[in-house]
């Protein structure tokens, strides 16, 4: 094994070897030898595998960013833990469920983002799917009378259908399916970068824009496809199929580099809450300092890990780092070091004002309560018996 290794670069390049030669292997189940390939799509193939070997070295440079392998470690640990198998397949699912099929985390920012959110993002879906299908040859029909095709995947035959019916349709169809899908979130997300001020003060035309501008013309391109041969005669038929493969060529070479490579990656949000929340919803790791839980103790473990990894030493001097307090008690440590009071650990509120602290607005107490020094309430004992007013 360690032969094989040494005749690679690096380990991206060796698992992108390793990914293209297992979809080549697929090719020739899927195709029965090559014998249903179809040639017209070519130059979708070559950009696939161009798409594979950018998604492997993209993926690869992702996992050893030490937070992700701090998560994955953790999850596969996790995973082997029999005490937490019931806890954590019912974590999975229901993250997976409500974060990745249903998008709640995008609708909680408002319906109009969600809608669009969940248009862009199953539309892509079910659009790959179909592309990589039939352009890797693991799915294609073939005609069993005059009236029925079957639906051959991986050299199996699965489903009959009547050639005209109503799934047959649905079947045919799939790709224009999905391209309205994404061409409604494209044109909503359009929209609310475009009109939204918001939003126009942090995008980024070659981050945000293009995305969106990209999947726009495959999709466009793509219905005007099925327009053309199946309303106008193939007019312009292969020019417009030609313009809509450059459009796919790009999008596909751009994927694993852009805003698009989130799409792949998100799936590990289901590992958040099956990793750090030891009982759902409730935080278990006391705070060092008041006492308070504020978070779990494998995220504590796994911060501290990280931050070693990326040489960040926030240690402090009793031995204990910041990640084993609360933010409140984190915000105190801070302001109490810049004022070089940090052997000061109280409740109490840190009067940074120059020996007096005004009470504001709110209800006044008396001065004892900000621990002041005597002279200092002597002086506004005397101010308030001569008339004066605190403000």
Not at 268 to 278: H, K, R
Not at 298 to 307: C, M, P, R, S, Y
């Amino acid at each position: 094994m360690k032969t094989f290794e040494r005749s690679f670069y690096s380990k991206a390049s060796q698992y992108s070897f390793i990914v293209i030669l297992f979809l080549f292997f697929t090719v020739w189940i899927g195709t029965e030898k090559f014998l249903h390939f179809d040639m017209a799509l070519l130059g979708y193939l070559i950009s696939s595998l161009i798409f594979a070997i950018g998604l492997t070295v993209r993926m690869c440079s992702w996992l050893i960013r030490p937070a992700t392998r701090q998560v994955v470690k953790r999850s596969i640990k996790n995973m082997r833990e029999r005490k937490r198998v019931k806890r954590n397949i019912g974590s999975i699912v229901k993250t997976a469920f409500e974060n990745i099929f249903l998008q709640k985390f995008i609708f909680k920012r408002g319906i109009y983002r969600g809608i669009q959110h969940f248009m862009i993002a199953w539309g892509c879906v079910g659009s790959f799917a179909i592309t990589f299908g039939l352009t890797f040859g693991w799915m294609h029909f073939e005609l069993i009378d005059p009236e029925h095709y079957v639906i051959v995947v991986m050299g199996i035959e699965t489903i009959t259908m009547k050639a005209h019916g109503i799934f047959a349709e649905l079947v045919y169809n799939g790709l224009n399916i999905t391209a309205i899908m994404v061409l409604i979130g494209v044109c909503m997300a359009l929209v609310r970068r475009i009109v939204n001020q918001d939003v126009k003060v942090t995008q980024r035309a070659e981050f945000d824009i293009f995305p969106l501008a990209l999947l726009f013309a495959v999709t466009a391109t793509g219905l005007i496809l099925t327009v053309s041969y199946a309303f106008l005669d193939g007019w312009m038929h292969p020019y417009l199929t030609l313009i809509h493969q450059v459009t796919v060529v790009v999008l596909l070479v751009y994927f694993p580099f852009g805003k698009l490579f989130h799409l792949p990656i998100r799936p590990l949000a289901t590992a958040v809450p099956m990793n750090y929340q030891e009982e759902l919803r409730v935080d278990t790791r006391p705070c060092m300092a008041c006492g308070n839980t504020y978070s779990s103790d494998d995220q504590i473990t796994d911060v501290k890990g990280i931050l070693e990894v990326q040489q960040f030493d926030f240690q402090l001097e009793d031995g204990t780092y910041l990640s084993d307090y609360c933010l409140p008690c984190r915000r105190r440590i801070r302001v109490m070091k810049q004022m070089n009071i940090e052997s000061q650990m109280a409740d109490n509120p840190i009067s940074t004002m120059n020996g007096i602290h005004l009470s504001g607005f709110s209800k006044n107490r008396t001065d004892d309560y900000y621990h002041l020094p005597k002279h200092v309430q002597e002086q506004l004992k005397k101010y308030r018996d001569e008339g004066g007013e605190e403000e």
